[in-house]
């Protein structure tokens, strides 16, 4: 495999574009920062079967560039009141829910990421 992108790398820039245009967008998605960031709402976040699974996830990896791009996305969802149960435990929002998630995981990154959107 890494002899192919050797290989690639060797081609002309048109070429290059030419087979890039082939290639399926969730896997260009995973390629470049700017891919990420251009195509994650579409075809990342719109297929999330469940948040708080996949916020735990990015949290307990305290993978902060992409916990950023979802809190975003969240919008408005992350300040509003609502009553939720996580292991047996009761949280009046997203937001409370998400900062013991990273006091417990030990993901400073994503609480101060959690701390200014919740000064914005």
């Given at each position: 495999?890494?002899?192919?992108?050797?290989?690639?790398?060797?081609?002309?820039?048109?070429?290059?574009?030419?087979?890039?245009?082939?290639?399926?967008i969730?896997?260009?998605?995973?390629?470049?920062?700017?891919?990420?960031?251009?195509?994650?709402?579409?075809?990342?976040?719109?297929?999330?079967?469940?948040?708080i699974?996949?916020?735990?996830?990015?949290?307990?990896?305290?993978?902060?560039?992409?916990?950023?791009?979802?809190?975003?996305?969240?919008?408005?969802?992350?300040?509003?009141?609502?009553?939720?149960?996580?292991?047996?435990?009761?949280?009046?929002?997203?937001?409370?829910l998400?900062?013991?998630?990273?006091?417990?995981?030990?993901?400073?990154?994503?609480?101060?990421?959690?701390?200014?959107?919740?000064?914005?």
């Open positions: 495999m890494n002899n192919n992108l050797i290989l690639i790398n060797r081609l002309p820039p048109e070429l290059k574009r030419y087979i890039f245009s082939f290639i399926r969730t896997t260009k998605v995973r390629l470049t920062k700017n891919n990420y960031t251009t195509f994650y709402y579409r075809y990342i976040y719109c297929n999330l079967s469940d948040e699974t996949y916020a735990r996830k990015l949290i307990s990896y305290d993978m902060s560039f992409i916990f950023e791009l979802f809190i975003t996305s969240t919008g408005q969802k992350l300040d509003k009141k609502k009553k939720l149960y996580y292991s047996n435990i009761k949280y009046n929002s997203l937001y409370e998400y900062s013991n998630l990273c006091i417990k995981y030990q993901s400073t990154n994503c609480r101060n990421i959690l701390r200014y959107r919740l000064n914005q």
